[in-house]
Nanobody
Framework: QMQLVESGGGLVQPGDSLTLACAAS????????IGWFRQTPGREREGVAS???????YYGDSVKGRFTASRDNAKGTVSLQMNSLEPEDTAVYYC????????????????WGQGTQVTVSS
């Protein structure tokens, strides 16, 4: 059974950049649409990006122009490059595997990682 693992979270200052990675064990992310989501306590889970098998990515409105999701099939990873980070980006970030590219609704995704914390604070 495939398991997903996120990495790369941390504490950064406003305006900084950070790159998250999502890797799989028991299978490969190459065969799945991968979505990135984030959640903070008291708020609904938010779809951040959806990365198609061919690499095309779709983004949530709050991150368009700042975040870039991409695949590295040679490494078997999907990355989320986050630029111009804002305190409002503070959340636990999750990657998940799903069937349909472009979907930013978490209920459509079946396999989830454990999450990685991103904190943006001065």
């Amino acid at each position: 059974q495939m398991q997903l693992v996120e990495s790369g979270g941390g504490l950064v200052q406003p305006g900084d950049s950070l790159t998250l990675a999502c890797a799989a064990s028991g299978s490969t992310v190459r065969d799945f649409v991968i979505g990135w989501f984030r959640q903070t306590p008291g708020r609904e889970r938010e779809g951040v990006a959806s990365v198609c098998l061919g690499g095309r990515a779709y983004y949530g409105d709050s991150v368009k122009g700042r975040f870039t999701a991409s695949r590295d099939n040679a490494k078997g990873t999907v990355s989320l490059q986050m630029n111009s980070l804002e305190p409002e980006d503070t959340a636990v970030y999750y990657c998940a595997a799903g069937p349909t590219c472009g979907v930013l609704e978490g209920s459509q995704y079946s396999t989830w990682g454990q999450g990685t914390q991103v904190t943006v604070s001065s």
